[in-house]
């Protein structure tokens, strides 16, 4: 061995062994998700710690913002409120966690098929709208006249339309993401590269190949985006539904206790929303990571 490598590695002393993991086994994947699993636990603890902690510095009404540990004692007493059956004016029956996994179910539903519609019918709109110039000219000024009209402002429209019932949930939903794919549609298609449309035609691809292999896969990061930031839109504007056209879900209950002033209820429905709320939107990143699998790791969040 060289004298010289001999001498430098008696200076510096032996090679220290790597550090090992923190979590042995376990792929960076599932400790990123981990990662955020348990700092979106503190930051939940920390919230409902400051509320507590307001309680028991009698800063707060305990009857008009009761702490989690009040709303969340009498959960028995709780779910009798919700019912099974999702026909209007009904009685609750006091079906427990069945019942209320039944009314989350509808609700989700009113929400998820709105936003699928929404999503579709306005991307095939703005595509239409791009490349039709005739319908350009026709459809695009009352889509901007009618885009930033409220969905709420729309609910007596679609009860007149629909009736009582799922309809106007649906609808309002739809309404809430519709106008804004379309619009969101028409500018990332004309943000799309241009070499990526020269390249394709110089390859030979056709007109409708250029648009489903080169333009909308270019495009649909973006549109997944605008989908998840409207996503709590919706959340809102069902619940209102919910409470005038639909009179079933989770909209309801929270009407029925703010009438009954049961603000145990009201924070424990305001608490289901949200913990719906957070599923929908990690369920949807999830579809996002699947569907965009041409995007990096890094680009779809």
């Known amino acids: 061995m060289d004298a010289r490598l001999v001498t430098t590695h008696a200076r510096i002393g032996p090679i220290p062994a790597p550090p090992r993991a923190v979590l042995p086994g376990l792929s960076p994947a599932w400790r990123r998700r981990l990662a955020s699993l348990a700092w979106g636990l ?11 902690g307001l309680w028991a510095l009698d800063l707060v009404n305990p009857l008009l913002l009761p702490p989690p540990h009040l709303f969340l004692a009498d959960i028995p007493g709780t779910l009798r409120y919700f019912d099974r059956s999702n026909r209007i004016g ?11 996994l039944i009314t989350m179910a509808w609700t989700t539903m009113r929400v998820f098929v709105g936003l699928s519609l ?31 009209i409220s969905p709420v402002a729309w609910l007596p429209v679609a009860i007149f339309v629909f009736g009582i019932g799922d309809k106007p949930a649906i609808f309002l939903v739809f309404i809430t993401l519709f106008f804004t794919i379309v619009l969101s549609t028409g500018a990332q298609i004309e943000s799309v590269p241009k070499t990526y449309i ?20 270019a495009i649909l990061p973006s549109l997944f985006m605008t989908l998840r930031l409207n996503l709590f839109a919706a959340w809102m504007v069902v619940l209102i539904a919910e409470t005038v056209g639909v009179g079933t879900g989770l909209g309801q209950i929270t009407s029925m206790a703010r009438s009954t002033f049961n603000a145990k209820l009201v924070f424990f429905t305001m608490a289901i929303v949200g913990l719906l709320g957070f599923l929908s939107d990690f369920g949807l990143r999830q ?9 990096g790791p890094g680009g779809a969040r």
């Open 198 to 217: 020269h390249v394709a035609r110089i390859m030979g691809a056709t007109g409708r190949q250029t648009f489903w292999r080169v333009v909308l896969p």
């Open 287 to 295: 579809i996002q990571r699947k569907m965009l699998w041409w995007v």
């Open 42 to 52: 503190v930051s939940l603890g920390l919230f409902a710690g400051l509320w507590e």
């Open 118 to 148: 929404g999503f579709v019918c306005g991307v095939l709109v703005g595509a239409l709208v791009h490349y039709v110039r005739i319908l350009r000219n026709l459809l695009l000024p009352t889509v901007l006249v009618l885009a930033p």
């Open 90 to 100: 009904s009685v609750a029956s006091g079906g427990g966690v069945t019942a209320l």
